[in-house]
Nanobody
């Protein structure tokens, strides 16, 4: 079982980036997928969750309106589209599979039910 993140890069403030999370040896369509991030010296922060159907999403307050979480089950891949990036968005980004098809009801519970973590991809926001 593996979750492999990709797409991390150096981007200028105000720019956009799309991260991918590809599952290997996992019934991808059974699990909600979450995105988390951790900046140096800071605690890990919940970013988003997308349900198995893609029809339900949850976002952390700091990214609402700027980030979009989606998935293509046929490709075993989830995406995090990030727009209007700020310097404070710079972090290691991790995807995670939940032990459930549904996302937690709100961002306050976004850590509940995590089944498996990926290894992360680095996003740097700098001019």
């Amino acid at each position: 079982l593996q979750l492999v993140e990709s797409g991390g890069a150096l981007v200028q403030p105000g720019g956009s980036l799309r991260l991918s999370c590809t599952a290997i040896d996992l019934r991808f369509d059974l699990y909600a997928i979450g995105w988390f991030r951790q900046a140096p010296g800071k605690e890990r922060e919940g970013v988003s969750c997308v349900s198995t159907s893609g029809g339900s999403t949850v976002y952390g307050d700091s990214v609402k309106g700027r980030f979009t979480s989606s998935r293509v089950n046929a490709k075993n891949t989830a995406y995090l589209e990030m727009n209007s990036l700020k310097s404070e968005d710079a972090a290691e980004y991790f995807c995670a599979a939940y032990a459930s098809s549904a996302c937690p009801p709100s961002s306050r519970e976004i850590y509940i039910g995590i089944y498996y973590w990926g290894n992360g991809t680095t996003v740097t926001v700098s001019s």
